[in-house]
Every structure is written in structure tokens, then in C-alpha cells.
């Protein structure tokens, strides 16, 4: 049985940095994409970042008004089945669960479509406090 576990949410001041994890057990994802969503209350599941294998591995980062880009960084350790996401210069957006995807197969479509991934862990949340 595939699972993913996230872990490394809580509450954090504005500024401040925090460093999730996601351990996957039940198979491999050493070349498959993986990917962190996000999901504030009573808004839909965004795309945050996600990490793919092409030959060296690839990272993409979610373009928005609020872009994360420069201030998260995705990572993974393929040897221990892992994915990692460092938030550094976090703003005061309110709370949201941080959830670990990962696909189960080749060919991709966009990695920031949510319907694109085959398992998901049960998130973590994390609070950024002004």
C-alpha cells in the first residue's frame, strides 16, 4: 500500500522559514514527478511546486501574484524516498494544509495539475502568524 507522510507544519511568524517533508513508503518514486500542494479554507488545492527526473532533475515552482519562487525550494532524496520543501521569508497568509503528491507513472502532462498525481498524503498545516 502506497502512503505518503508529511511532516514539519506548524506555526511560524511572518518572515520565518519552515522545512516539510514527505516520506513515501509502499514503492519508489526516484523518477516520477512529486509535487506540494496547498489548500487555504474554503479555497481550492493550489499548486506549489513539484520536482520531476529528466535525465538531471527538474523543479518547477508555481507563477501567481504571490509567487514562491525564490522563497520555497523543493527538493528530494530519492534514496530514502523523500521530498522536501523549504518556505523561507514566509508572508501572513493565513492557515493552509500543505499536501504531498506524487504520480505513479510516466508522461506528465503539467505537473500543477492536481488531477495529473495518483497519491496524496493527508497534508500538514501551517500557520503563518503577522
Known amino acids: 500500500q502506497v502512503q505518503l507522510v508529511e511532516s514539519g507544519g506548524g506555526l511560524v511568524q511572518a518572515g520565518g522559514s519552515l522545512r516539510l517533508s514527505c516520506t513515501a513508503s509502499?514503492?519508489?518514486?526516484?523518477?516520477?514527478?512529486m509535487g506540494w500542494f496547498r489548500q487555504a479554507p474554503g479555497k481550492e488545492r493550489e499548486f506549489v511546486a513539484a520536482t520531476r527526473w529528466s535525465g538531471v532533475g527538474v523543479t518547477y515552482y508555481a507563477e501567481h501574484t504571490d509567487s514562491v519562487k525564490g522563497r520555497f525550494t523543493i527538493s528530494r532524496a530519492n534514496a530514502k524516498n523523500m521530498v522536501y520543501l523549504q518556505m523561507n521569508n514566509l508572508k501572513s497568509e493565513g492557515p493552509a494544509v500543505y499536501y504531498c503528491?506524487?504520480?505513479?507513472?510516466?508522461?506528465?502532462?503539467?505537473?500543477?495539475?492536481?488531477?495529473?498525481?495518483?497519491?496524496w498524503g493527508q497534508g500538514t498545516q501551517v500557520t503563518v502568524s503577522s
Open positions: 503528491a506524487a504520480r505513479g507513472r510516466g508522461g506528465i502532462a503539467a505537473v500543477s495539475l492536481r488531477t495529473e498525481y495518483d497519491y
Open positions: 509502499g514503492r519508489t518514486f526516484s523518477t516520477y514527478p
